[in-house]
């Protein structure tokens, strides 16, 4: 599965920014959706995941409250709604995919697409 994300921009502190990831491929398996993100300096870090259903969700308690991830199956694509920004959030964010389960250790992801950049200004 190839994945490819978007919606990344600059915004300031307290603002809201909606990040998609479009899935092309085999999109007939039912894949896990995750976000990840990784700022400069650090290492890549769990955000957001969801199973194939939408039913259920899990978040980093960092994002927890701020961050809704939703996905559209007929449409292929996972959504990332970032709201209440902080400057501490400014990273590269990541879509990612699993076969089976949500999977918060990057090391254990197969299927990664690029990066869209995220800069919360202060």
């Known amino acids: 599965v190839q994945l490819q994300a978007s919606g990344g921009g600059l915004v300031q502190a307290g603002g809201s920014l909606r990040l998609s990831c479009a899935a092309s491929?085999?999109?007939?398996?039912?894949?896990?959706m995750e976000w990840f993100r990784q700022a400069p300096g650090k290492e890549r870090e769990f955000v957001a995941g969801?199973?194939?259903?939408?039913?259920?969700?899990l978040y980093a308690d960092s994002v927890k409250g701020r961050f809704t991830i939703s996905r559209d199956n007929a449409k292929n694509t996972v959504y990332l709604q970032m709201n209440s920004l902080k400057p501490e959030d400014t990273a590269v964010y990541y879509c990612?995919?699993?076969?089976?389960?949500?999977?918060?250790?990057?090391?254990?992801?197969?299927?990664w697409g690029q990066g869209t950049q995220v800069t919360v200004s202060s």
């Open positions: 990612a995919a699993d076969q089976t389960r949500v999977r918060v250790d990057p090391k254990d992801i197969n299927y």
């Open positions: 491929g085999r999109t007939r398996s039912s894949y896990v």
């Open positions: 969801i199973t194939w259903s939408g039913s259920s969700t």
